[in-house]
């Protein structure tokens, strides 16, 4: 069974724990900045999501007792009701076992449903075919291709942008969920 706890509510161990998740090549490669995130960072960082503004919510996924990813809802906006959103695994284990569609079904009825938002969109580095493909499965459409966006690994890398709007959603949100369930058989 998996759930979603609220970053802020999981004990102190899973929230470093997202720390080296954060800072795993591997994660790192997949976000726009790749930079290290120093322990002071995160804790900083943890602190402003217990912010009033509510600006960023963060939520940790577990089977079972076991954490092993984030999702999250970004620069929120509560007047033109949009989020930018992420999300990662973090412990390997549970990679390639078809979880990120729950998480990202998860996302969407968190954004859409509870926080009654309009638009959800994200950025994706042209090289993360897995993500994009997944995203573009799940009703986000592309908005956009920044050229050249990022230079990493020695190499220019494009960085698409894509979105997905409310209206969409109430049109497929069965659909996908019976798509997120697929992840856990
Ligand atoms: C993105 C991420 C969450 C996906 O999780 P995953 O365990 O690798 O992928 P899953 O096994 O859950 O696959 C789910 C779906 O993604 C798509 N997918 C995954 N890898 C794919 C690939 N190489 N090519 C095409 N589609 C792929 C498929 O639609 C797949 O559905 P299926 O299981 O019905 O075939 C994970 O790889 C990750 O954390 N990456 C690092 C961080 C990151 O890049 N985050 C996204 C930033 S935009």
Known sequence: MIRYVDILEVRP???????????SHRVR??????????????????????????????????????AF??????????VS????????IGDERFLNRGLSKHMLYSLM???????????????VLASNVGALSLY??????????????IF?????????WIAAFRKRWAEIRDDLKGMAEEGLS
Do not use: C
């Open 29 to 66: 490669r997949g976000m726009l900045s790749d930079a290290l995130i120093t322990e002071e960072e995160h804790l900083r960082w943890l602190d402003s999501l217990a912010s009033p503004l509510k600006r960023q919510m963060v939520r940790v996924a577990f089977m079972g007792e076991e």
């Open 81 to 88: 009701l949009r989020s930018d959103w992420g999300m990662y």
């Open 136 to 149: 573009l499965r799940f009703g986000f459409h592309l908005e956009g291709r920044f050229e050249r966006h």
């Open 152 to 160: 990493r690994d020695q190499r220019w890398e494009d960085v698409y």
């Open 13 to 23: 161990p899973v929230a470093m724990r997202v720390l080296e998740w954060r800072n």
């Open 69 to 78: 990813g984030v999702i999250t809802l970004k620069d929120i906006d509560r």
């Open 109 to 123: 009825e968190w954004g859409f449903e509870d926080e009654g938002l309009e638009r959800l969109f994200t950025s």
